[in-house]
T-cell receptor, first 113, second 110 residues
Framework: DQQVKQNSPSLSVQEGRISILNCDYT??????FLWYKKYPAEGPTFLISISSIKDKNEDGRFTVFLNKSAKHLSLHIVPSQPGDSAVYFC????????????WGAGTKLIIKP | DVKVTQSSRYLVKRTGEKVFLECVQDMDHENMFWYRQDPGLGLRLIYFSYDVKMKEKGDIPEGYSVSREKKERFSLILESASTNQTSMYLC?????????FGPGTRLTVT
């Protein structure tokens, strides 16, 4: 039973436009959410996170939105750049459970020139 | 900067061999993790450790064991490698929720 779902295996976006990656979760005990970016043959790198007490967190071109009632979060990248082409993973945690992360399956983002 | 290193980037082993994958972190993190990543399946947790000599099973521990004799080092052991263990293996360490990953080891079992 997947507790964290990324329903789009891939997404193609024109350079300069907005990329929106989505993530849904089922466990209402999750209180911390993270986005990671992964290039081929490299380990994932942390991008941005959000606590459940917030509904938005912004860092440069990256913004994460959290809708607790819908159990949904999204990552917005504006403007999209060629270097953003990668696989993006959503992860969730219950801060009372030893910080174990539950991962989505990933979305491959392709930025077209 | 946090640095997590893994002993090999690419490894080819034969079925039945014992395989050791080593991971070292330099930030004195309490928590360390081993994952495998397969296309369409995301990151699946094999084992994790919250302290020296302490280990906990993750979602897919079968066929694997781990060792953590020192805080900075977390080893993953494939007791008898099988072809279905061909995968990308990722090690991570963390002080809290945010995990820092090594570059990964692409293991092929033939």
């Amino acid at each position: 039973d997947q507790q964290v779902k990324q329903n789009s295996p891939s997404l193609s976006v024109q350079e300069g436009r907005i990329s929106i990656l989505n993530c849904d979760y089922t466990n209402s005990m999750f209180d911390y959410f993270l986005w990671y970016k992964k290039y081929p043959a490299e380990g994932p790198t942390f991008l941005i996170s959000i606590s459940s007490i917030k509904d938005k967190n912004e860092d440069g071109r990256f913004t994460v939105f959290l809708n607790k009632s819908a159990k949904h979060l999204s990552l917005h990248i504006v403007p999209s750049q060629p270097g953003d082409s990668a696989v993006y993973f959503c992860a969730a945690a219950n801060m009372d459970s030893n910080y174990q992360l539950i991962w989505g399956a990933g979305t491959k983002l392709i930025i077209k020139p | 900067d946090v640095k997590v290193t893994q002993s090999s980037r690419y490894l080819v082993k034969r079925t039945g061999e014992k395989v050791f994958l080593e991971c070292v972190q330099d930030m004195d993190h309490e928590n360390m993790f081993w994952y495998r990543q397969d296309p369409g399946l995301g990151l699946r947790l094999i084992y994790f450790s919250y302290d020296v000599k302490m280990k906990e099973k993750g979602d897919i521990p079968e066929g694997y064991s781990v060792s953590r004799e020192k805080k900075e080092r977390f080893s993953l052991i494939l007791e008898s490698a099988s072809t279905n263990q061909t995968s990308m293996y990722l090690c991570a360490s963390s002080p809290l929720a945010e995990q820092y990953f090594g570059p990964g080891t692409r293991l092929t079992v033939t």
